[in-house]
């Protein structure tokens, strides 16, 4: 038996169970506070900690596996790349520990891909490290060690003595496998000394075997017998029972090399005992092949015989060539000691085709390459280190001889100046009489200069009385402006009241719990007409700060009983949103003297601010400090109001209080914005002398801190004063409820009318939503989405008929919407209708190259969109007619998108592969094709008008009427053939789909192939 077998095993074990180290008592830990762990990071973390644990210290491996899956899909959900490498990692780990090669290789492949994607260095090590260990164990050597010398760049990078004795083990057996003794040692003595600094005495305890394995088949038993005595020791007080397995078989092998025959039995009976019950098949091999030894050394090859017939069973069903060579040369052996020539022939030709496979001269050359391209990379890192201590000695040099000759220049400079000095003032002699002569030139000159003055000043009344002009026009835009602003408050004042009036009737009529879906159309009406309102105050408080009209108009009041009412007003909305809304305020009385209207439109629009972007279930703050600045006189007040919304890009923090612009969806994810609120409040804290300024809070989310200054008030001064807040905050609420109430009995009626088209609406405006489901639910299904991320998860899961989106949406864009649909095989046959307020050209080609089917701009007709949606859906319903026509087995004579080509052509080919398998069914069928049976059957049907029985059904007797007409045999052979286990359920489907019964089918072929 070879050490190569065992030494192998202990570098997999190191891999596999090096981090999970610790007593079974962890699992009760672990679970407890996992009970009381978050959706998060360290919950993703605690699961894949305990799927270790029960993996390394029980049998439960199914748990195991769950924890891993359960560990994926939050990691996945949260995307949190490093917990993804890791639960990818634990699946591997217990794919490998039952013995299931590929699995356990596909998922360290994928361990690897994302922690290469979060940069995690330690983690792709690991993962390069785990598949040498599957290539290690499939014999292929020389991929194994490319990864092995990856794994230990990367330790040697990170500085990890740990990983780096580790790695120095595996390269330690590479090299035991070569035959190359004394490297193998020195690289096991390597790893002895760093596992030892680090006080990891299980992992030096498997390197300690490894040189026991050495020393062994280097014949030197002796020193063997010393290291795999103190690794024996080390596994005992640790009770780690693979370690121990390891240790009796180790010890057995040595025991049969001095011929000492019974106590190696023992040993390897004792291995045996522990192996076989927990599935270490490594180990049970190699106790089956040492016992085999021993019996055949005794001349008992009967006994022998079913030892090594059992050990190459289990290496056959595990893929293990060098446990599959090992058997073969022991039942060759045993078969020629029992006279069975013929057997153990045939035994030693499969070995030395086996050995021929993995020992070749090829293997062996690539090998010693990559042992010299890393000795040659390291040697130019060090090369490399040199050059820069030469470069920093040349720089050093450099610079002392460029002060030595600066300072030589210096003194130059010096001698040169003072001789400088001398010729100058000579020259200054001879200066002095040309300036003489010069002096009168000049007196000439002077009466042109007075004469161009002159034109000058006559250009400057003339630009004067241009700027004045400019005024006047300014001053002309602004009162009209204002004028018109006044003029559109007139109507709205009429229009929000007779809406007012209007919700209140209808509040009192029945029925007197459930608010009436007109009643909800009123409130949308009313809350629009109250937000259009809103931005023509804000715009006139523009126009008067523009032209000077809007002063200041303090009154003494108590300013923190007025930030105790403007906080009271936003605590509905909060607590319908579920938002935490913390107010902090000095809790004394202030007296000061203060304009609370314009303090009001400052801080309730820095307050809607940070509703409209903060999620539900997010928190705001308002927090306000007051500063003495004289005693007794100024005072400054600095008020902070700060959300968790989405933050504000770096680029855009000094332009969010310009007038009319609207930052970019990572900031606004309320496409209605108009730019206005936070410029008014720019100028109105300009107003007051103070500043106002935005920046991205630390952990989340935007702050905007306002400092104003302020004057106390004599407490005989007070005056009461009332707060005009915007009264949309909770008509928005009470809007909102009315949805929640409404949104079951719409849920309802889609349950009830399955027939009808599904259609799903994806709009991140509230009332828009509503306006496109009113005039559609009549004759389609309706589903919804708020935003372009969620409605690509509704299209994936419920496959609509077709989707209508908003163009400009937050999380998910319109545009992207489309190119996830239109590319994914699940969707791809969905059309598309985009609705969008950009009315250019250029956009709307834009959108229809990204395959959208149709494009309305906003404001459109109801009734052409009505319309616009039956030709698609009556469109796609001929299309499915033809396709179900034309499908037979060629499907590229079909003209789709090449999405939907591909997947037929896929639908197609599972099944053809399926169509003499009775009991390929439509579940069968959906796992092959890799979609769920909702999801198959609504693209299968969206595509050919058939359900996915009635798609197999068709193909089965298609195939069918192509056997029949090429005579491939009779009614019953071609009914069995593709899949019919009743000859007369064919015979019926077929007349069904043929009109005519399969014999008179196959006579009217036959009758044909006469004439």
């Given amino acids: 038996m070879k050490a190569v077998i065992l030494s192998c095993l202990i570098c997999c074990w190191l891999v596999v169970c090096l981090p999970v180290f610790a007593q079974p008592g962890k699992i009760d830990s672990l679970e407890k506070v996992l009970a009381t762990t978050r959706p998060d990071t360290n919950r993703v973390i605690i699961l894949n900690k305990l799927s270790g644990q029960y993996r390394s210290w029980t049998s439960n491996l199914d748990q195991s596996k769950a924890l891993a899956l359960e560990g994926l899909q939050l990691a996945k959900k949260i995307n949190f790349l490093q917990g993804i490498g890791t639960s990818y990692t634990c699946l591997g780990n217990y794919y490998y520990k039952l013995n299931q090669t590929q699995p356990a290789l596909n998922n360290f492949r994928k361990a690897l891909h994302y922690y290469n994607q979060a940069h995690d260095e330690k983690g792709i090590g690991v993962s390069y490290s785990n598949l040498a260990m599957i290539y290690e164990d499939t014999g292929n050597y020389t991929q194994a060690l490319e990864f092995y010398l990856k794994s230990l760049k990367i330790a040697e990078a990170r500085n990890d003595p740990e990983a780096q004795g580790l790695i120095y083990s595996y390269l330690g057996v590479m090299l035991q496998n070569q035959k190359k003794y004394k490297q193998s040692l020195g690289y096991n003595f390597k790893a002895i000394k760093l596992l030892g600094a680090v006080n990891n005495l299980p992992s030096k305890a498997y390197a300690l075997n490894c040189i026991g394995n050495t020393y062994r088949e280097w014949h030197q038993y002796q020193q063997a017998v010393n290291y795999l005595q103190q690794a024996q020791e080390i596994f005992d007080t640790f009770k780690i029972a693979r370690g121990q397995v390891g240790s009796y078989n180790n010890l057995g092998l040595v025991n049969y090399s001095l011929k000492q025959y019974d106590q190696a039995y023992a040993y390897h009976q004792k291995a045996l005992a522990i192996s076989e019950p927990n599935q270490f098949n490594n180990s049970t091999i190699v106790a089956l092949h040492g016992m085999g030894a021993v019996l055949l050394q005794k001349k008992q090859a009967n006994a022998a015989i079913p030892l090594y017939q059992k050990s190459l069973k289990i290496a056959s069903e595990h893929h293990l060539v060098l446990d599959k060579l090992d058997a073969y040369k022991g039942l060759t052996e045993a078969y020629a000691q029992n006279q069975n020539y013929a057997a153990a022939f045939a035994m030693q030709t499969k070995a030395s085709a086996l050995k021929d496979s993995i020992f070749n001269d090829q293997n062996t050359h690539e090998i010693a390459q990559l042992q010299a391209n890393y000795q040659v990379e390291k040697k ?15 720089l050093i040099r450099n610079i ?23 010729k100058q003032d000579k020259l200054l002699v001879a200066k002095s009489k040309e300036l003489a002569s010069k002096n009168k030139e000049l007196a000439g000159k002077n ?16 630009l004067e009385q241009q700027t004045l002009k400019l005024q006047e026009l ?17 109507p709205l004042t009429i229009i929000l009241g007779s809406l007012s009036d209007k919700i209140v009737q209808l509040r009192h009529q029945p029925p007197p719990v459930n608010l009436t879906l007109e009643e909800k159309e009123v409130r949308a009406i009313h809350r629009n007409a109250q937000r259009l309102l809103e931005l023509i105050n804000q715009l006139l408080d523009l126009s008067k700060l523009e032209s000077g009209q809007l002063t200041l108009q303090p009154q003494a009041g108590d300013l923190m009983q007025f930030f105790r009412m403007l906080a009271g007003s936003f605590s509905s909305l909060a607590e319908f949103r579920r938002i935490k809304f913390d107010f902090i305020l000095p809790e004394t009385p202030a007296f000061f003297r203060f304009d609370a209207d314009k303090l009001e439109k400052i801080f309730s629009n820095l307050l809607s601010n940070a509703f409209k972007f903060s999620p539900d279930g997010g928190e705001i703050q308002l927090k306000v400090e007051l500063f003495a600045v004289v005693p007794g006189g100024e005072w400054l007040i600095r008020g902070l109001v700060q959300d968790t919304g989405p933050g504000i890009a770096p680029e855009q923090l000094d332009k969010v209080f310009e007038r009319f612009y609207q930052g970019s969806q990572k900031y ?20 007051h002398g103070g500043k106002v300024w935005a920046e991205n809070s630390p952990a989340a989310g935007a702050r905007f801190i306002v400092q104003l200054p ?31 109430d409404i949104a079951p009995e719409l849920a309802a009626a889609a349950v009830t009318q399955p027939e009808k088209p599904v259609l799903l609406i994806v709009e991140d405006n509230l009332d828009l939503r509503s306006y496109i489901r009113k005039h559609l639910e009549n004759a389609y299904t309706v589903l919804e989405s708020e935003n372009g991320s969620l409605g690509l998860q509704k299209a994936v899961s419920q496959v609509p008929d077709l989707i209508i989106s908003d163009l400009m949406m937050p999380e998910m864009d ?22 969008t307020a950009l009315a250019t050209p250029e956009s709307k080609l834009q959108g229809l190259e990204t395959g959208a089917d149709d494009y309305l701009t906003k404001p459109f007709n109801p009734q052409e969109l009505q319309i616009r949606v039956r030709n698609l859906v009556e469109s796609r319903r001929k299309l499915r007619e033809r396709f179900g026509k034309e499908i037979w087995v060629k499907p590229q004579e079909i003209t789709v998108s090449s999405v939907d080509e591909k997947f037929l052509e896929k639908a197609i080919k599972v099944v053809e592969e399926n169509l003499s398998d009775s009991d390929f069914g439509a579940e069968e069928f959906s796992r092959e094709i890799g979609m769920s049976r909702m999801q198959l059957h609504r693209k299968l049907t969206a595509l050919t008008g058939q359900s996915t029985s009635d798609f197999l059904r068709s193909m089965r007797l298609k195939r069918a009427a192509q056997l029949l007409q090429a005579r491939a045999g009779n009614v019953s052979e071609v009914a069995f053939e593709v899949g019919f286990n009743s000859l007369s359920y064919f015979s019926k489907c077929f007349k069904e789909q043929f009109q005519v019964q399969p014999n008179e089918y196959l006579a009217q072929q036959e009758k044909s192939a006469l004439a």
């Fill in 380 to 394: 130019q890192a060090e090369i490399e280190l040199l050059k820069k201590d030469q470069q920093r000695e040349d």
């Fill in 400 to 422: 002392s001889l460029a002060g030595l000759l600066a300072a030589l220049l210096f003194g130059a400079l010096l001698y040169s100046r003072q001789r400088l000095k001398i």
């Fill in 447 to 462: 009466a042109q200069l007075e004469a161009l003055a002159q034109v000058l000043e006559l250009q400057a009344q003339e």
């Fill in 474 to 490: 300014d001053q002309v835009k602004s009162t009209f402006f204002a004028n018109i602003s006044h003029e559109f408050r007139t």
């Fill in 668 to 687: 606004t994810s309320d496409q209605q914005g108009t730019g206005i609120g936070l410029a008014l409040v720019k100028e109105l804290v300009a107003l």
């Fill in 710 to 740: 302020l004057l106390e008030a004599p407490v005989q001064e007070l005056a009461p004063f009332s707060l005009n807040l915007a009264p949309e905050l909770n008509l928005a609420a009470a809007s909102a409820k009315i949805e929640i």
């Fill in 814 to 835: 319109g545009m992207a919407l489309c190119h996830h649909v239109k590319t994914d095989e699940r969707t791809s046959h969905i059309p598309v209708i985009l609705l």
